[in-house]
């Protein structure tokens, strides 16, 4: 079946700094959807890209969907303490398939 | 509008029993999937269910087992625990799936 890989696993920034997490398919996707969850917390659904080359933006989060639909990324810009939680991508074919995730830690 | 719930939020169960979760979508939302979460394996997908019908099935033994009802509400089952299951079991809706998800806040299940 579909697999998502996503790196990296870990990532620990000063707060100000940037922070980008990647998500890879070997297969073409028919869409990828980001979700965030807070420590301690749920996931919460934050975007979903369907076309091949497709930017978005959320204030200082930029999400992008790659041209040949196999690879995705979120970037964030300036982080801050509140972005603190893990990560993950989706995907949808003939079930969900969410990505290991990325836990980020940002330190005041 | 409500969120999903999800009952209870807390289980501590032994090995071999078995158990049932239960959960509430949003108003209107007729796709309810759930999911396990555990540090090493991650979200995996159990299973998808919309107008009381199993639409999509994930990796899971048939010890795991769900139903949805007409008012959409969705119950999973687990029989002959075992202390793998130990988990966070997460209910998600959608208005018609596979779209973006609206997650509940789990039910937390211990097996000793």
């Known amino acids: 079946g579909q697999q998502v890989m996503q790196i990296p696993q870990y990532q620990h920034v000063q707060e100000g700094e940037d922070f980008t997490t990647y998500c890879n398919s070997s297969?073409?996707?028919?869409?990828i959807q980001w979700y965030k969850q807070r420590p301690g917390g749920h996931p919460v659904f934050l975007i979903q890209?369907?076309?091949?080359?497709e930017v978005k933006k959320q204030k200082r989060l930029t999400f992008q969907f790659g041209e040949a639909k196999k690879n995705s990324s979120l970037h964030i810009t300036a982080t801050q303490t509140t972005d603190v939680g893990t990560y993950f991508c989706?995907?949808?074919?003939?079930?969900?398939?969410f990505g290991t995730g990325t836990s980020l830690t940002v330190i005041p | 509008k409500a969120g999903v719930t999800q009952t209870p939020r807390y289980l501590i169960k032994t090995r071999g029993q078995q158990v049932t979760l239960s959960c509430s979508p949003i108003?209107?939302?007729?796709?309810v999937s759930w999911y396990q979460q555990t540090p090493g394996q991650g979200l995996q997908f159990l299973f998808e269910?919309?107008?009381?019908?199993?639409?999509n099935k994930g990796n899971f033994p048939g010890r795991f087992s769900g139903r949805q009802f007409s008012n959409s509400r969705s119950e999973m089952n687990v029989s002959t625990l075992e202390l793998g299951d130990s988990a966070l079991y997460l209910c998600?809706?959608?208005?018609?799936?596979?779209?973006?998800?609206?997650f509940g806040p789990g039910t937390r299940l211990t097996v000793t």
């Open positions: 297969t073409t996707l028919s869409n």
């Open positions: 890209l369907v076309k091949s080359g």
């Open positions: 269910y919309f107008s009381e019908t199993q639409r």
């Open positions: 989706a995907t949808t074919g003939n079930q969900f398939y």
């Open positions: 998600a809706s959608s208005p018609a799936g596979p779209n973006e998800q609206y």
């Open positions: 108003s209107g939302h007729r796709s």
